[in-house]
């Protein structure tokens, strides 16, 4: 059953679905990877010297060096003006370029036009596997890594992977490139196997095969591609040992498996050789201990200097003005509420101190930073750190995971050092991990490490985020309602937690409707209402400030007491 070609195309498959896995990582929908292979295969075939001069195997490395060359450059020529495209769109785009290179290609005299080229045969199975081993290896040391961390953050949820200090386009772009480079290497593989090399054989239907591959396969686990390919392939050659002669059985089960895939193996036929690999990650003993490891090491700001100055700041939604001509200052070591009616513009507000926005007047500065004129992981390295209201947790990482994430800022890369195993990249890894776990400890989900996010309580999600943004070592932390949801003893717990965060050196943005909490908590309180500052204070002050009573705090003490 398995003949070399078999075997061969088992290799290739695996490598063109490699290329597809790149991207849907970082939660990316390409279907340029044909035009890469394309462009690296008939450049690789027309550069490289002739086999008969050079060797075989020096002649397919050369043209592999070639090839992956031009596909990581066509990468990069498509992925610059694109990356900033999701979902669909990206998915058209790529798939646009794909086809104008195959057109290009049948017109072109050099390509042999739709008739091809006729190419040597000097692929060996061999070479094909060590070539998809290679592969395989890449993405499993990144699997692990800081970049691959990064990757699936992104794929989870941009907008928190962004407020954790990760560059979003950068990764997006370097994965795009790594896929380019990939598909580069399968084009070239195939076209040193098939004879004859021909721009049909890398159409639509070529782009689709692969996804569909990495996609049954299972796009999240690195063994993936290389399930799907070996599946997929032993179709047709299980068919043709039971007899059945019919071409379209292989295209209709193909069809049929991605549906049944999508419908009910979302995580792909890897998820079937399950979270072994996943609990593999966090061994028990990382989980322990509380002592920060020498990662937080960021020297806050001296209490009282200002650490946030907002002037005339204001955001209007077409007609609605969320907030209106705020001016206020927040002081190093403050812990300061801030309170206001449903839809008062408290979110807003945050959602422009830490640059998710950009303000429509005035302007803001943050720990030396400008919000709203530059990334958000720029204002993220500065040391601002949030949670949100709705959670934006990394559903399908675990708890661990999620706040490695967080701790994005304060680790160093790992992956290259991965590649080679230099010991400095455990020794990094594993002070990630104690990082993260101190953290989680802190807030008292020392237990739970190991649970996926999506699986956890919502208080413990609430509480979760707090360990992901503290893991960054913030000087600013913004907390968004984190009390929503969670019972008294649990709010006292997280107050007297923002208590020893802030003697820590911390300075808090605390919104949250349970006033009880805000006034137990708070050193000052700044009320909004219809988009502007109607008071601010010390809680006693606020407490008996009649606007504010008639405003907010009549309704919300009456709903306090109820519960
Ligand atoms: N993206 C948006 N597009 C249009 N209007 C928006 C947008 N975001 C907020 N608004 C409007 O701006 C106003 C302020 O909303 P915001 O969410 O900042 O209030 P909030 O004080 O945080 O409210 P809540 O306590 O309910 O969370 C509301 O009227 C809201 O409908």
């Known amino acids: 059953m398995f003949t070399e070609s078999t075997l061969v195309f088992i290799a290739l498959g695996a490598i063109f679905a490699y290329s597809f896995y790149a991207v849907l990582v970082a939660g990316q929908l390409s279907l340029g990877q044909a035009g890469f292979a394309a462009t690296a295969a008939f450049t690789a075939v027309t550069l490289a010297p002739d086999p008969k001069d050079a060797g075989d195997l020096p002649t397919l490395l050369i043209a592999i060096v070639i090839g992956m060359a031009a596909g990581a450059v066509a990468a990069v020529i498509l992925g610059l003006p694109t990356m900033h495209l999701r979902g669909v769109f990206l998915a058209i785009a790529t798939l646009g370029f794909a086809e104008a290179v195959r057109i290009l290609l049948i017109n072109m005299e050099w390509t042999g036009g739709a008739q091809g080229t006729s190419v040597p045969k000097i692929l060996t199975p061999t070479v094909a596997w060590v070539c998809l081993a290679l592969v395989a290896y890449w993405f499993w040391r990144q699997g692990r890594s800081r970049y691959g961390r990064a990757l699936e953050a992104i794929r989870e949820d941009e907008l928190a992977a962004r407020a954790m200090g990760i560059d979003v386009g950068r990764h997006r772009l370097s994965a795009f490139v790594a896929a380019g480079a990939i598909a580069g290497l399968y084009g070239v593989l195939w076209a040193y196997y098939v004879r004859l090399l021909a721009p049909e054989d890398f159409g639509f239907s070529t782009a689709i095969d692969g996804l569909v591959t990495a996609v049954v396969g299972g796009s999240t686990v690195f063994v993936g591609p290389l399930l799907g390919s070996g599946f997929l392939t032993m179709v047709p050659e299980?068919?043709?040992?039971?007899?059945?002669?019919?071409g379209w059985i292989r295209p209709f089960i193909s069809g049929v498996l991605l549906l049944v895939v999508i419908l009910f193996l979302p995580g792909g036929l890897a998820s079937l050789i399950p979270r072994r690999v996943r609990a593999a990650r966090i061994a028990p003993s990382e989980t322990g201990g509380a002592d920060l490891q020498g990662l937080a090491s960021r020297v806050h700001p001296a209490a009282g200097t200002p650490i946030v100055t907002l002037s005339g700041l204001g955001k209007s939604y077409g007609g609605v003005q969320a907030v209106k001509e705020v001016d206020l200052t927040i002081a190093g070591g403050e812990v300061l509420g801030l309170i206001g009616p449903n839809g008062a513009g408290k979110t807003t507000l945050v959602n422009m101190i830490s640059g998710l926005i950009a303000p429509s007047s005035g302007t803001a500065e943050v720990l030396g930073t400008r919000p709203g004129r530059m990334p958000v992981h720029r204002v993220a390295a500065a040391g601002v750190s949030r949670t949100f209201q709705h959670s934006k947790l990394f559903p399908r990482l675990s708890a661990l995971e999620n706040v490695m994430v967080g701790g994005h800022l304060v680790t160093r890369p790992t992956f290259l050092r991965r590649l080679v195993w230099l010991p400095s990249a455990r020794r990094d890894e594993s002070r990630a991990w104690r990082h993260a776990s101190a953290c989680l400890a802190r807030v008292g989900l020392g237990e739970k490490a190991g649970v996926t996010a999506s699986a956890l309580s919502y208080g413990d999600q609430r509480r979760l985020e707090i360990a992901r943004a503290l893991a960054s070592d913030p000087?600013?932390?913004?907390?968004?309602?984190?009390?929503?949801?969670?019972n008294r003893v649990e709010a006292d717990q997280l107050s007297d937690l923002i208590g020893s965060l802030s003697r820590d050196g911390l300075t808090i943005l605390l919104i949250e409707h349970n006033v009880g909490m805000v006034m137990r908590t708070c050193h000052r309180i700044v009320v909004l209402n219809f988009g502007q500052v109607i008071a601010a204070g010390t809680p006693e002050?606020?407490?008996?400030?009649?606007?504010?009573?008639?405003a907010y705090l009549g309704s919300s003490e009456t709903e306090e007491e109820a519960q």
Do not use: C, F, H, Y
């Open 238 to 246: 299980v068919q043709r040992s039971l007899g059945i002669e019919a």
């Open 541 to 550: 002050e606020i407490r008996t400030n009649p606007a504010v009573v008639e």
């Open 475 to 486: 000087s600013l932390l913004i907390l968004d309602e984190p009390a929503a949801g969670m």
